[in-house]
Nanobody
Framework: QVQLMESGGGLVQPGGSLRLSCAAP????????MGWHRQTPGKQRELVAA??????TNYADSVKGRFTISRDNTNTVYLQMNSLKPEDTAVYYC???????????????WGQGTQVTVSS
């Protein structure tokens, strides 16, 4: 199974910033939408932000105006997180849709997860 490679998590004080990165392995083509989810113990994984191959974005209400998702032409997706709050503490997972030759999603790849902790 293909696994995406994440980096950039860590410990930051409230009000601080972090930037997460996530890359698909070389040789993986036809990637569609990419995104970030997060999960805390005892809760379901929730969508944080997503971006289509055309650059359209979607955000959870809780992060609008603070987080920015972007991607480049190497199938790498980024999440710039500003004005971080303690409630943003979670394991963050990136994901990417594998497209068929006809452009339909046929599989979804996930990263291994990276811990983000917001605490003073």
């Amino acid at each position: 199974q293909v696994q995406l490679m994440e980096s950039g998590g860590g410990l930051v004080q409230p009000g601080g910033s972090l930037r997460l990165s996530c890359a698909a392995p070389e040789g993986i083509f036809s990637i569609g939408a990419m995104g970030w989810h997060r999960q805390t113990p005892g809760k379901q994984r929730e969508l944080v932000a997503a971006i289509t191959s055309g650059g359209a974005t979607n955000y959870a209400d809780s992060v609008k105006g603070r987080f920015t998702i972007s991607r480049d032409n190497t199938n790498t997706v980024y999440l710039q997180m500003n004005s971080l709050k303690p409630e943003d503490t979670a394991v963050y997972y990136c994901n990417a849709d594998q497209l068929s030759p006809w452009g339909t999603p046929v599989d979804i790849y996930w990263g291994q997860g990276t811990q983000v902790t917001v605490s003073s």
